[in-house]
């Protein structure tokens, strides 16, 4: 009998065991699906004070806000629809979501926030104050004009996010009004976050990266590199020409003189000169491959393996121009700019500068964090200096400031309706305060078509600063 | 444990019913309440009184079983008023009576001991099965059957204008292992000679089975008229389990084991209220409106508990259908975390070891066997509502052992008590 009871014991005891065990997974691995299930009240009846803080800029221009009836409305609109989100019955994106959890009171309901209380917290719902100035987002989205795609600014010194826009957008408050469904494939378009979720070939602003990969091989601006009015790659293919199929000055131009007119021919020959291990190297370094922190979440910018490009000189040469598989985000565009402008260091991008509660206290400051190095100091500035000239005498001329040194480098990238515009810019030189990106798809010629919009977008950044 | 850690112990658990009782009240109505003051001395009264009665009328008890018992029952007391302030005063009422009728107990048996429940063991046998037969009587007599959430386990006293509503197969559980043990103590040989092969099989005499398929014969028989999923299951897996102890026999699991096996598919198939059961289980999302409503609620709450849980008075548990008895392990959870939830695992850990380790010191046989079939209940009990909250099988519908609501079981689990602590006296005196 005793022989039959020990057993009985061990087994039980193992099942009672192994229910603790089951409870921890459910607890653990199950759980994030079950909470975000939408048949899920709970989530939506949280106990004690339901309001929620605002989204305010910068410039003090709040952007979204608890209305009469408790849902969230968004004053400005479709120009913050992108970054700020939605929160509505059908689910949560942009700052709306990430700061979810964060604009809630905090007046939980719990014997901790009822004893703050009596010691006399603010325990309203504190609003989320964003690193936006509302005057040059307004300013961006008014330069876009509609037009589908995206700009970025970016302060370089600290990677506080200037401005965001991405088009074409949408209104927020059809989202919470229901008039407009974030899942249906018609509103995909237009909900598209084209600043951090899309990729497109950077076109001739790549050539920034690789004009830092031949000066970290040991060339500067005044080296002379091979131009000329084709070259075709060793293993042959289709022969690369540059814009306007006509030479760039002679068959040997220095490196800036290369940038300057953003020479298809000797960018293409210098990337295979200097062998894919050192492009991807410096696209590496400069954020490629690899993910990016960002409030939102970014998809990753691409660049093939250098044993890939290695093996294919055709690939490699227009990967030289940033075509070809060469994909990246205007996001990321826009920290290469700001790395140049800071010295070569790039600040980790954010757009909440801090939580504040009601009465004013700061609860929680973002702060700036230091990403990575993108090239050494005097690196960053003789590519600063390159990069000022393609505005003054080069592809960049449409993106001057009058009275202040402005640095881009356009791109005109390869698309399938029409060529991408691309600008990179930074301003004012000497000590930039400000970067931008801009892409316009299917826009047409770089400097004619996105030099316009990042100029409206630093003159409004000078213009707030007096 | 010596008697002042038993005596701190149970303290404890009075503090902390009374702590989890003034959280609900802050939380919930935003001020403290006679309740907390109530919670403490009721645990203190029953706990402390049965602590009293062990002491003066079982001096030599085991000293582990009474502290993990109070503490579950704290969790309990503190989520069902939780749920329900009403439902939670009144369980205070129903922890009092057991304590007493348990106190009883202890007394009544000081000086015979369980010696003198062997004698009586038909009698026993019938009035388990009356009690269990009870609540099929007609509605319409004084003491009458009742149907409660489609299941008709429930009888209702008429007490002039007022009723008294109780379950009678949580008593007849208690009664049916004393049975037991006491008629395997005397016949478990015959039991256990195997003189019949069948191939690699050995078996008993066939006539020796047939209590076996006596026991599965009620099982089905609650099952079906009673439509109690759950307490039929407890009875044939106490019952497979003690033959089990009784005789050594593995035969007896296998038996067991492939005539539930058989039961279990041929219930799912021919009763609607299993199959609604095994659906909800299996697919809880399906109809999520419907059958599968309180299992996705479960799993709901759950998901919400976290390491710490929302917090007494901060969960939404009455979300759940039946939060207070069947879905009380899953509202302690919420509320406080996969801790609360690991502690009463634990606690229970401790009363099954306690348990089996009387059992296995009982030099007697009856009182080994008595002392192994209690245990088993409690373990078997808790494993099937637990396993059942937390989708590792059907949900069967059966209280959690002393800290679900319900007075019948409170009172029943508190009997089994201390029988089990009488056990371990007599082993000791």
């Known amino acids: 009998m005793k022989q039959a009871i020990r057993p009985l014991t061990y087994t039980l005891l193992a099942l009672l065991g192994f229910s603790a065990l089951w409870l921890t997974w459910t607890e653990t691995r199950a759980g994030a699906d079950y909470r975000n299930d939408p048949r899920n009240i709970r989530a939506f009846e949280p106990p004690g004070d339901p309001s929620r803080g605002r989204v305010v800029t910068a410039d003090g221009v709040v952007v979204a806000e608890d209305g009469p009836d408790g849902s969230r409305r968004y004053p400005e609109g479709a120009v913050y629809a992108h970054l700020v989100g939605f929160d509505s019955d059908g689910g949560r994106r942009g700052v709306e979501r990430t700061r979810f959890g964060a604009m809630a009171s905090r007046d939980d309901g719990s014997i901790t926030s009822w004893l703050l209380g009596l010691l006399g917290a603010d325990l309203g719902p504190p609003d989320v104050r964003l690193t936006i100035v509302d005057e040059v987002q307004q300013a961006a989205y008014d330069a876009l004009g509609g037009r589908t795609g995206a700009v970025v600014a970016l302060d370089p010194r600290t990677g506080a996010v200037i401005a965001y826009v991405s088009s074409p957008s949408f209104d927020p408050n059809d989202v919470v009004d229901g008039s407009l469904d974030p899942d249906d494939a018609d509103a995909e378009e237009?909900?598209?976050?084209?600043?951090?979720?899309?990729?497109?070939?950077?076109?001739?602003t790549f050539k920034v990266l690789v004009t830092a990969a031949a000066m970290r091989a040991g060339l500067d601006g005044d080296s002379e590199i091979q131009a000329g009015a084709s070259y075709t790659p060793p293993g042959g293919g289709m022969p690369i020409r540059n814009a306007g199929d006509g030479g760039c000055g002679g068959d040997l131009v220095t490196l800036t003189r290369a940038l300057v007119v953003s020479c298809n021919t000797a960018f293409a020959r210098l990337a295979v000169d200097l062998g894919a291990g050192r492009i991807v190297d410096i696209a590496?370094?400069?954020?490629?491959n690899r993910a990016i922190p960002w409030e939102t979440g970014t998809v990753r910018s691409s660049i093939p393996s250098a044993a890939a490009l290695q093996s294919d000189p055709p690939a490699l040469a227009q990967s030289g121009i940033g075509e070809r598989d060469?994909?990246?985000?205007p996001l990321l565009m826009a920290l290469i700019a700001a790395a140049i402008a800071n010295d070569g260091v790039a600040m980790a991008p954010h757009v909440v500068d801090a939580l504040v509660a009601p009465d004013g206290e700061v609860l929680h400051d973002t702060g700036t964090r230091f990403l990575h190095r993108l090239v050494p100091p005097g690196t960053a500035r003789d590519i600063a200096g390159m990069m000022i000239e393609v505005v003054v005498g080069g592809t960049g001329g449409p993106a001057s400031v009058p009275g202040v040194e402005i640095a881009a480098k356009t791109g005109t990238a390869e698309g399938s309706g029409g060529p991408h515009?691309?600008?990179?810019?930074?301003g004012p030189a000497g000590e930039p305060t400000i970067a931008v990106a801009v892409v316009v798809e299917g826009g047409g010629s770089g400097g004619q078509v996105a030099g316009p919009i990042a100029r409206a977008?630093?003159?409004?950044?000078?213009?707030y600063g007096e | 444990m010596s008697r002042r850690a038993e005596t701190a112990l149970v303290v404890f658990a009075a503090i902390i019913a009374a702590g989890g009782t003034a959280l609900v009240s802050l939380t919930a109505d935003d001020r403290l309440t006679i309740d907390t003051a109530a919670a403490f001395g009721a645990h203190l009264a029953a706990f402390g009184g049965l602590l009293v009665a062990i002491r003066r009328w079982a001096p030599a008890a085991s000293r582990v079983l009474l502290p993990p018992v109070a503490f579950v029952t704290a969790l309990g007391v503190i989520?069902?008023?939780r749920i329900d302030r009403d439902l939670g005063r009144i369980q205070r009422w129903w922890m009092l009576l057991a304590a007493a009728i348990a106190a009883a107990v202890v007394y009544l048996l000081r000086r015979r001991g369980v010696e003198v429940l062997r004698r009586f063991r038909y009698l026993w046998l019938a009035t388990a099965l009356g009690l269990l037969m009870l609540p099929l009587t007609p509605s319409s007599w004084p003491l009458g059957g009742a149907t409660v959430n489609g299941s008709r386990l429930w009888v209702r006293l008429d007490l002039g204008e007022r009723t008294l509503s109780f379950q009678p197969g949580e008593a007849a559980k208690i009664l049916l292992v004393v049975f037991l043990a006491s008629y395997l103590a005397d016949r478990w040989q015959a039991l256990a000679a195997m003189p019949r092969e069948l191939g690699p099989l050995r078996l008993p005499e066939p006539r020796q089975l047939v209590p076996v398929f006596i026991a599965f014969g009620v099982s089905l028989g609650v099952l079906a008229y009673q439509r109690d999923l759950g307490a039929s299951l407890l009875l044939f897996v106490v019952f497979v389990l003690m033959l089990f102890a009784a005789t050594d026999r593995p035969t007896y699991l296998a038996a067991g084991g492939a005539l539930a096996a058989g039961?279990?598919?041929?219930?799912?198939?021919?009763?609607d209220h299993v199959a609604v059961r095994v659906e909800a289980w299996l697919r809880p999302f399906e109809d999520f409106t419907g059958g599968g409503y309180q299992v996705a609620q479960s799993l709901f709450a759950l998901a919400d508990a976290g390491i710490l849980g929302s917090g007494i008075g901060n969960g939404q548990p009455y979300l759940i259908p039946a939060a207070a008895t069947d879905y009380v392990f899953v509202a302690i959870t919420e509320e406080m975390g996969l801790a609360g939830g690991l502690a009463m695992l634990a606690a229970y850990a401790i009363i099954v070891a306690a348990g089996f380790a009387i059992a296995l010191r009982a030099a007697h046989r009856f009182r080994s066997l008595l002392a192994a079939g209690l245990t088993i209940v409690i373990a078997v009990q808790t494993l099937l509502i637990v396993a059942g909250v937390l989708r590792l099988m059907p949900l069967t519908g059966i209280t959690l052992p002393f800290a679900s609501y319900?007075?019948?079981s409170l009172l029943s689990n508190m009997v089994l008590v201390v029988l089990l602590a009488r056990v371990s006296h007599e082993e000791r005196a």
């Open chain 2, 406 to 408: 319900g007075g019948s």
């Open chain 1, 326 to 329: 060469v994909r990246a985000t």
């Open chain 1, 190 to 204: 237009a909900l598209r976050d084209r600043v951090a979720d899309r990729v497109l070939p950077p076109g001739s």
């Open chain 1, 457 to 463: 977008v630093i003159e409004a950044w000078l213009g």
């Open chain 1, 421 to 426: 515009a691309w600008i990179i810019a930074f």
């Open chain 2, 263 to 271: 039961g279990a598919v041929a219930a799912a198939s021919s009763f």
């Open chain 2, 79 to 81: 989520e069902v008023f």
């Open chain 1, 284 to 288: 590496e370094a400069a954020g490629f």
